[in-house]
């Protein structure tokens, strides 16, 4: 459940960049409000996660998804550049994740 916990919070992490970039420097208010909500979110699920988990490979897991996360809802929506390199780069980010997640703690 925590491991769960870590995933809902990196996809909330995407979220709050994207908004981030939206709110032009928080001069745009629903981007920021957003940006506000999905932060709050995402620190708060990693939070309760930690009580459970090492806080290495679960803050790894988390910066990596939002990070790659975040990448790609730029190159889908935002008009990001693509590239093969790009991908290849958020590939082996996601495969990280995964290694860090199964060298985890079990709960």
């Known amino acids: ?5 870590v ?5 909330l992490e995407t979220g709050f960049a994207v908004c981030l970039k939206l709110s032009h420097g928080f001069t745009r208010l629903w981007p920021t409000v957003a940006f506000a909500a999905f932060a709050l979110g995402s620190f708060g699920l990693l939070t309760l996660s930690l ?6 490979p679960a803050y790894a897991v988390w910066t990596g998804i939002g990070a790659a996360g975040t ?3 730029g190159m889908v929506f935002l008009g990001d550049l693509v590239s093969t390199l790009k991908i290849v780069s958020i590939t082996l980010v996601i495969v990280g994740v995964i ?3 199964l060298s985890g703690s079990s709960q």
Do not use: E, F, H, P
């Open 7 to 11: 995933v809902v919070a990196g996809l």
């Open 71 to 73: 990448a790609i809802y």
């Open 99 to 101: 290694g860090l997640q």
């Open 1 to 5: 459940m925590a491991w769960l916990l």
């Open 51 to 56: 009580k459970k988990l090492d806080v290495g």
